[in-house]
């Protein structure tokens, strides 16, 4: 999966979980605290969804380190990756 295609599907994940996010304020280099919604319940919130829509399952360390949009990216992209890789 390309990184755009990845981008764009994050925006419309983080767009949903967040209320007061649209897909357009989704950048890729800021820190979770550009959303005020971003705490324990919602970001469980957006790895559930995550799970769900990529397929992948996260460890508990990559959940506990994706605190930011862009650390969210290259962790899902790692896991799609490795997923790939297994498919071959």
């Known amino acids: 999966m390309e ?8 925006k419309k994940i983080f767009a949903n979980i967040f209320e007061n996010v649209k897909e357009e ?5 800021g820190e979770h605290e550009e959303f005020d919604e971003w705490d324990s319940l919602t970001h469980m919130n957006l790895v559930s969804a995550l799970e769900e829509h990529f397929g992948i399952s996260f460890n508990v360390d990559d ?4 605190e930011s949009v862009t650390k969210v990216f290259s962790t899902v ?3 799609l990756e ?3 890789g ?3």
């Open 3 to 10: 990184d755009e295609e990845i981008k764009k599907m994050l």
């Open 25 to 29: 304020d989704v950048i890729f280099d």
């Open 63 to 66: 959940i506990s380190e994706m």
């Open 77 to 79: 992209k790692r896991f």
């Open 82 to 84: 490795q997923k790939e």
């Open 86 to 88: 297994e498919a071959k």
